[in-house]
Every structure is written in structure tokens, then in C-alpha cells.
């Protein structure tokens, strides 16, 4: 592990001058201190190794709503406050986007605002930050995200698997036997790993598994319009949804078209956000906790920032049964039969 010393020696300044650089000293110049930092991130220093009294931490977050107790992202930044901040640990908000990222390297903004850790939410697979974070020695923890053989990140989320499987046995339970599935775009780690393990418990329930029973895409209002028709008319009385958000907006598309929920078509939906209660009628989803996802991801950044390597934390999920799904219908719904006729 590189120290101030190499990184004195490197640039031919003072040790002095390296430490002033780091700590924001107003008396370096700009230049220097971004040639220090630069220097400092290519010889693998890291301030969390080398400052142990350091108690700033940062969440990074893009694509995710948080403000508001209804946001997803809301629930989550608590829990990471509720165990950070106790243990004395200064925890600060930062939205990024790719203008942040093109003009500075994770590493060098880590040491820039004397961060030792991070928890990102919502970072996607195109990120800058994403491909920079696969050799960073800065510890991080990735929400819904996995960097392959770095030990100082970790990937934190709930068992899609075993959430999935919940919701297609489920599903089989009630007499359904072709079920359709709708997703956001593929570019996300998270919506590529719940695409995978649909069709792995569809599998596992001996369920038919044709490619053409899903659909993706980035937007809601496009997935629906590509998509959405194209599966209703292979006969499915059951669709399973990446979200809730995209699960409500299928469920009052497929009433604007005359299909009854739950009696012609069954809807599931995944994550449990607040609204869902309330729809009509309410939707039946799967939950994750997501106190205790922000609990875990400092479970994990502490655990990094002790040589602690985790790789991977997965929670948990829970079915909730509400009443956006039922037994199959006796016969094919009316929007069925008007395709037929055409």
C-alpha cells in the first residue's frame, strides 16, 4: 500500500507539501493538488488505510428518487444513517450523473473530499464510475450491483432467486401456467439478474419458458407498447413485473383495453413501494426491506474498511399477498377472443 512518502518521491515535493495537497490546504495550488491526487490514486494509495480517524462517508446516488418517505431510495439511505451515524461516522448525499464522472476519477474524489467509503445507489453497468470502481482501492458497496475480483467493494441486494421463485410458485399455486414477465432495460445488472431468474424458477415449476413470453425496456410507456399486446395475445393470465411502478402501469393498461385484475389477468409486482396498497386493486408484490438494506450496506462498508473482503450481502424478501392476483380464469378474457376474430 502506497504511503505519503512514495508519493513525495514520486513528484519530487515534500512530504509536507503531499499532506497539505490531501487535506485541501489552501496554501497548494490547484494543479498540484490534482497532480497529487492523480499520483496518489496511480500508486494505489488509500486514505482509509492510512487515516484511521476518518469518518466520512459517502452516498452516491443517480437514476433513484430519496427525498420523500414514498421514494425508493428513501427507507434505504435511513437504515445506512441509523447504523453510520452512530457509530460516528459522518454520512453525506451526493447525486452524481455523467458530468461528475467524465471530469474526475472515483478514487481521486474519494481522496479530494476525504471520503474513506461509499455506498452507490442506482449506478448502472454504462457508468464511468461503474468500470473504474473493477480496480479502485477505495472501499465501496454497490446496491443491486456487482464488481467481479475487487476486494474493497461489495455487492448488497435481496436473493432475486429466491424472490422470483416466491412469486412464480405462487402464481402455479393459483393454476397458472403461462406467465409473461415485463422488465426495464437490460443495460441494468440488477434487471438482467431478475430477467435470469424468471425464467430459472419458471424451469425449476416445469412452466413453459418460451424467450417470447418477456419483454424489456428502459422506458415503462415503451415496454408496454412493445410489448405488452404482444404477450396478452399468446394467452398469459399471469404477468410478472420487474417493479411496481411498471407493474401498476401494465395493471391500468390491460383495464383500459376491458381485462379485469385479478379475474381475466393476474399482476405481480417487485419492491412493495407504498402506493401499492392502494391501487386498484392492490397489488400484490414482492418486498424488500429496505432499512435493512441500508443496515447492511454499512454492515458491509465497515467489514470492508477492517480488511474484511465481503463479497456479496443478499436479504431476504417476503410475498405480499394482495389482490391484483387470483385463481386462473375459466375462459379466455374478452381481448383474447377480439384478437381471434380479426
Not at 413470453?213 to 404482444?230: D, F, N
Not at 394467452?235 to 383500459?256: G, K, P, R, W
Not at 379475474?263 to 419492491?271: L, T
Request: neutral net charge.
Amino acid at each position: 500500500m502506497a504511503t505519503i512518502t512514495d508519493i513525495a518521491k514520486k513528484l519530487n515535493i515534500s512530504k509536507g507539501t503531499v499532506s497539505k495537497a490531501l487535506n485541501g490546504a489552501s496554501d497548494v495550488s490547484e494543479t498540484l493538488r490534482k497532480n497529487v491526487l492523480e499520483t496518489a490514486v496511480e500508486l494505489g494509495y488509500s486514505r482509509s488505510m492510512h487515516k484511521k480517524d476518518a469518518k466520512r462517508l459517502c452516498i452516491f446516488i443517480e437514476n433513484m428518487d430519496y427525498l420523500k418517505e414514498s421514494d425508493f431510495g428513501y427507507d434505504i439511505i435511513l437504515g445506512f444513517k441509523q447504523m453510520a451515524e452512530p457509530a460516528g461516522f459522518i454520512v453525506e448525499i451526493q447525486p452524481i450523473d455523467r458530468n461528475i464522472q467524465t471530469h474526475i476519477k472515483y478514487d481521486e474524489y474519494m481522496l479530494k473530499h476525504d471520503y474513506v467509503g461509499a455506498f452507490f445507489l442506482g449506478l448502472t453497468l454504462v457508468d464511468i464510475w461503474f468500470e473504474q470502481l473493477k480496480s479502485s482501492k477505495t472501499p465501496a458497496v454497490l446496491f443491486d450491483n456487482y464488481i467481479k475480483a475487487n476486494s474493497t467493494t461489495a455487492y448488497v441486494g435481496v436473493d432475486n432467486n429466491e424472490a422470483l421463485d416466491l412469486a412464480v410458485s405462487y402464481l402455479k399455486s393459483l393454476g397458472h401456467r403461462k406467465i409473461g414477465y415485463l422488465s426495464g432495460g437490460l443495460s441494468s445488472y440488477i434487471n438482467q439478474l431478475r430477467y435470469t431468474a424468471f425464467f430459472h424458477a419458471l424451469r425449476k415449476h416445469n412452466l413453459c419458458d418460451n424467450a417470447h413470453l418477456a419483454g424489456s425496456a428502459y422506458l415503462v410507456s415503451e415496454c408496454i407498447q412493445s410489448h405488452l399486446p404482444r404477450i396478452l395475445e399468446q394467452n398469459v393470465t399471469a404477468i410478472m413485473c420487474s417493479h411496481d411502478l411498471l407493474a401498476h402501469s401494465v395493471m391500468t393498461h390491460c383495464q383500459e383495453l376491458g381485462l379485469r385484475v385479478p379475474e381475466d389477468i393476474s399482476i405481480i409486482g417487485f419492491d412493495d413501494l407504498q402506493f401499492c396498497a392502494y391501487t386498484n386493486p392492490p397489488l400484490t408484490t414482492i418486498k424488500q426491506n429496505r432499512i435493512q438494506l441500508g443496515k447492511s450496506a454499512f454492515y458491509a462498508i465497515s467489514s470492508l474498511l477492517n480488511n474484511v473482503s465481503i463479497s456479496t450481502l443478499l436479504l431476504h424478501t417476503e410475498l405480499i399477498i394482495r389482490s391484483s392476483a387470483s385463481t386462473v380464469p375459466d375462459k379466455a378474457p374478452v381481448f383474447y377472443i377480439k384478437n381471434r376474430t380479426k
